[in-house]
């Protein structure tokens, strides 16, 4: 091989002097090392209508439903995780929450961030508690669990809602409190299925009660839910 | 095969070669030094990395020059060139994916709190009965668990008890959200105090660690959350008072306990356990009378002379929570005053 030239010569300066001019047949092959794009045109989604591929979420969307609905120990929910479903619920629990306190017109916006802040944060705490716990599930895996858990509290907030429409008497209050004690115990009960395999065995009651305490907290919140009048 | 020109290396482990770093010299690399990263950061491996590729690029360019001999144009990215271009940007993306994630394990690593997390149920509720008993050994210092599960979820629990004592009381917060408020009280409390304690500590020459500062004062408020739970539920300002002495003293005497084994000298353990225990006893009562409210009408009419210091408006709350309260509320005070009466 040439030796190059000497120390005093700068970097890239021997760049700009290479010239080829493009009439010159040069022989050999050049295999580019990217991936070839023709194998990955059936998985690929890009060309496919919108309404296929919203179809196709929506009813992943929904067979996560089922299975929280109806939990037992399958692992689909874990396996293909979304956040859509969480942030759906998310949603519609904070804006169902929105303007029953003392002074609506002070208390209406924080309403909506406080919910929001809650889910999110407490889902991330906990996530992060089964982590350190030495939890075998990933990060996102355990947020959409704990996301797809909060939709019974959501029905139960639709049933309070609906309640609350034939007025706030003490009869009114007990079926509530009914509703949102079965809902909540469900949510915990639902997202305990799913999360504690990923646990050593001695220490599921450590990862248990923050869950306890965070579904206890919405619970919380829906109960003592009243519509400014 | 080293290239011997201009090196002048006295380091054991060969040094950074002239020929690698100014990027001239031969063209045969010298692979030890190249593999030894002692001393040289990633990033000046990923920058090693690519003026290696572009030395290499422009040697052969220059060779396959030389032997045309002709002078054309340079295609630059494109033509049998355009090859560079996606190597170089290959290697670029290489070094910089190698650095994001040695950043990544490097700060975002939650296995840095892993060992403080490592507890059994059993040991956790041993400690929370524990941090109810004062223990009168103070010659030897006492053992305190390193451990941040416990308190960590005892700080939460207190936060839901808040949220609880303020929703029920219809606070409103103006500039803020109850949420807010809550975890901003419990956690400013559980990390503010330990620190300044700690701090107090150092001056005043005790044996306790940060951690075990923490383990200490977030076990320390299982007393308040008992405390709080109760008097939130139970308007009754006599048994607060008796729960604030009993309860809360017997957490604050714990943990003074504890403090005053591990330092030496009377002022020293007097100025700290003066302040932990004045601090720990003053919360409880500021949570007590500043997130919740005092039914009145029930209150004014059976207390009497006992009258509390700080009265609220009623203000419209959900009627039948209220009603639910003043059920339980009208019955203790009956039983208080039919002992009062006895």
Known sequence: MAEVAESSKPMFAGLSDVSISGDIPVEGEINVPVGTPSQDNEYSTLDEP????????????????????????SSALLRDWDLWGPLLLCVTLALMLQGGSVDSKDDGGPQF???????????????????????????????????????????????????????????????????????FSWSTFASTAFLADSQPPNRKALVVYPVFLFYFVIGWMILTFSPSA | MASSDGNKNTEPWGGFDDNIIQGTGSAVIDMENMDDTSGSSFE???????????????????????????????????????????????????????????????YAN?????????????????????????????????????????????????VAILLHGMKTSGTVIREGTLMGTAIGTCFGYWLGVSSFIYFLAYL???????????????????????????????????????????????????????????????????????????????????????????????????????????????????????SAMNAVNTTVKILGVILQSQ
């Open chain 2, 204 to 322: 005043c020459n005790a044996q306790i660690t940060m951690l075990q500062m923490l383990s200490l004062l977030g076990y320390g408020l299982f007393g308040h959350c008992v405390v709080l739970f109760v008097t939130y539920n139970v308007h009754f300002h006599s048994l607060f008072y008796i729960l604030w002495l009993v309860v809360g003293g017997l957490s604050t005497l714990r943990m003074v306990a504890a403090l005053i084994s591990r330092t030496v000298g009377q002022t020293p353990r007097l100025i700290l356990c003066g302040t932990l225990g004045a601090l720990h006893m003053l919360f409880l009562f500021y949570l007590h009378f500043a997130y919740h409210k005092i039914v009145e009408g029930i209150l004014d009419t059976l207390e009497g002379p006992n009258m509390p210091p700080i009265q609220r408006v009623a203000r419209d709350l959900p009627v039948v929570a209220t």
């Open chain 1, 113 to 183: 961030a406080e919910v929001f802040v809650i889910i999110w944060f407490g889902s991330v705490i906990i996530t992060l508690n089964s982590k350190l716990l030495g939890g075998t599930i990933s990060f996102f895996q355990s947020l959409c669990v704990l996301g797809y858990c909060i939709m019974p509290l959501t029905v139960a907030m639709v049933v309070c809602r609906l309640v609350l429409l034939g007025g706030s008497g003490t009869v009114s209050f007990i079926v509530r409190l009914i509703v949102v004690t079965a809902s």
């Open chain 2, 44 to 106: 000046d491996m990923g920058e090693m990395h690519q003026r290696m590729k572009e030395e290499e690029v422009a040697e052969e360019a220059e060779a396959t020059e030389e032997e045309t001999g002709e002078d054309g144009e340079f295609l630059g990215m494109k033509g049998i060139n355009g090859q560079l271009g996606r190597q170089v940007a290959d290697e670029v993306w290489q070094a910089g994916k190698r650095q994001a994630s040695k950043a990544f394990n490097l």
């Open chain 1, 50 to 73: 919108v309404k296929d591929t919203i179809l196709r979420d929506l009813k992943a969307v929904g067979k996560k439903f089922v299975h929280v609905m109806y939990p037992k120990k």
């Open chain 2, 110 to 158: 939650i296995d840095i709190l892993r060992p403080y997390f490592d507890v059994e149920p059993m040991q956790v509720r041993n400690r929370l009965i524990e941090s109810m008993i004062p223990i009168r050994m103070i010659h030897f210092p006492q053992k305190i668990a390193g451990e941040l599960y416990g308190p960590m979820m005892l700080v939460f629990t207190l």
